[in-house]
C-alpha cells in the first residue's frame, strides 16, 4: 500500500506562487510515476503534470505549460508542484497520485491518490 499526502495549498492573488509537496510512503517511492492532478467544484478531475520513474520524462497540459513545475526528490519520498503566475482559472483541489505505469498522464492509469489540497486564486 502507497500513502500520499499533499500539502502547501492556499489562498493566493493572481500572478503569485505556491508550491505543492507530496510526501509519500509505504512503498519504494522511486517505482513509481507520479502525478498532479485537479478538480474544481463541478468539473472532472484533470491531469495537469506527470513525472517518471527517475525524471527523465515530464508532462504538461497546455494549460499550465511554462507556469508549473513539476519535481521529485526520491532521497526525500517527495513530489513537488511549483506553480507561478497563478490565475484563477487555476483553482481547484489538487491531488497527488502514483502510478506503475511508464508514462501515465490518465486518472485511470493512478492506483493511489493523496486526499488533496485546496489552491483558490482570487483576481
Known amino acids: 500500500q502507497v500513502q500520499l499526502v499533499e500539502s502547501g495549498g492556499g489562498l493566493v492573488q493572481a500572478g503569485g506562487s505556491l508550491r505543492l509537496s507530496c510526501a509519500v510512503s509505504?512503498?519504494?517511492?522511486?517505482?513509481?510515476?507520479m502525478g498532479w492532478f485537479r478538480q474544481a467544484p463541478g468539473k472532472e478531475r484533470d491531469f495537469v503534470a506527470a513525472i517518471t520513474w527517475i525524471g527523465g520524462s515530464i508532462y504538461y497540459t497546455d494549460s499550465v505549460k511554462g507556469r508549473f513545475t513539476i519535481s521529485r526528490d526520491n532521497a526525500k519520498n517527495t513530489l513537488y508542484l511549483q506553480m507561478n503566475s497563478l490565475k484563477p482559472e487555476d483553482t481547484s483541489v489538487y491531488y497527488c497520485?502514483?502510478?506503475?505505469?511508464?508514462?501515465?498522464?490518465?486518472?485511470?492509469?493512478?492506483?493511489?491518490w493523496g486526499q488533496g489540497t485546496q489552491v483558490t486564486v482570487s483576481s
Open positions: 497520485a502514483a502510478s506503475v505505469r511508464a508514462d501515465p498522464v490518465l486518472s485511470s492509469e493512478y492506483a493511489y
Open positions: 509505504g512503498r519504494t517511492f522511486r517505482n513509481y510515476a
